[in-house]
């Protein structure tokens, strides 16, 4: 709400998009559906709402959720015409998933947390408040007038982020109030570095591989001697450009795997599956398909 008001005064009027999820009462849903609404008639804004069905949908409800929520908002920027999409993540949500990707033994693209922007399905989705404590948009809301609501399934501690939010940044900011912030800005400077090994490895190790469209090969002795930090950014460009799916799915443990077969010196032949790609690991050569699981 307070990034709808901030968009309101300083850009052409925004429109507030609204996407309803089946995971909540109706009568609730209802609610958050007619604040937004309502404040865009005040904000001489447009208002488009789009429901999504989820909760029968197998696997993770949250990230089934995200990910619902995200093509919803695509398609309805997509017809209106619309090259971005803002969202109100804070300093808060930055922290919560830092330390999130961190629980998981993240490295620095773990660590470089939410992305300020980033392109999707031919849209940019832009994130202002990163630098933005959640107690301040609500200050802003409150000195404004402008209404809020509360989700409640926020409160649910039984989901791991809900539960660093109430259990774990309390105790944070005992020792620093403004640690969200700090966060936030330790974040940046890891995306810049994950953003300056990406142009190296681009640069010098990329070349060196054979690459077609369904397949990539680099013999082994190129990649053998080179650190992990530029072998795990090496991987991340193979599955962009077989344009799989998945970097989320890649875990710290299957990727430290799979650099051990590429850089030991065993000479049997090894087959890692690496999330949404295949690395087949032989004496001489690599070679990296899209997995078909």
């Known amino acids: 709400m307070a990034l709808?008001?901030?968009l309101a005064l300083v850009t052409p009027k925004p429109t507030l998009a609204h996407i309803i999820h089946d995971l909540r009462p109706p009568k609730l849903t209802a609610l958050d559906r007619d604040a937004v609404?309502?404040?865009?008639?005040?904000?001489?804004?447009?208002?488009?709402?789009q429901s999504i069905h989820i909760k029968d949908q197998p696997g993770n409800t949250e990230h089934n959720a995200r990910n619902a929520r995200y093509n919803a908002l695509a398609t309805i920027a997509k017809d209106q015409g619309l090259g971005y999409i803002a969202t109100g993540h804070h300093a808060g949500d930055q922290l919560e998933t830092m330390l999130m990707n961190l629980s998981r033994g993240a490295g620095p693209r773990?660590?470089?947390?939410?992305?300020?922007?980033?392109?999707?399905?031919?849209?940019?989705?832009?994130?202002p408040m990163l630098t933005i404590t959640h107690q301040a948009a609500i200050d802003l809301c409150t000195q404004f007038n402008i209404p809020f609501t509360h989700?409640?399934?926020?409160?649910?501690?039984?989901?791991?982020?809900?539960?660093?939010?109430?259990?774990?940044?309390?105790?944070?900011?005992q020792f620093d109030p403004e640690i969200a912030t700090k966060a936030s800005t330790a974040a940046d400077s890891c995306r810049?570095?994950?953003?300056?090994?990406?142009?190296l490895v681009k640069a010098h190790l990329w070349p060196t591989g054979t690459i077609e469209p369904n397949t990539i090969t680099f013999a082994r002795n190129?990649?053998?001697?080179?650190?992990?930090?530029?072998?795990y950014e090496l991987l991340h460009l193979c599955i962009d450009h077989l344009q799989t799916q998945g970097h989320d799915r890649l875990t710290n443990q299957t990727?430290?795997?799979?650099?051990?077969?590429?850089?030991d010196s065993s000479t049997d032949p090894r087959t890692c599956q690496l999330g949404p790609i295949v690395v087949a690991v032989t004496a001489n050569q690599?070679?990296?398909s899209p997995s078909n699981g």
Do not use: K, M, Y
């Open 222 to 231: 190129d990649l053998r001697n080179q650190p992990p930090a530029a072998l």
């Open 192 to 199: 810049s570095t994950v953003h300056a090994l990406r142009q």
């Open 37 to 49: 609404a309502n404040l865009a008639n005040d904000l001489g804004c447009q208002f488009i709402e």
């Open 110 to 127: 773990g660590l470089a947390g939410i992305h300020d922007r980033r392109p999707f399905q031919g849209i940019t989705i832009i994130r």
């Open 4 to 6: 709808a008001a901030i």
């Open 286 to 288: 690599i070679t990296i």
């Open 255 to 263: 990727l430290q795997d799979t650099i051990v077969a590429i850089t």
């Open 151 to 173: 989700d409640h399934t926020n409160d649910d501690q039984s989901l791991t982020r809900n539960a660093i939010r109430h259990q774990v940044l309390p105790v944070l900011r």
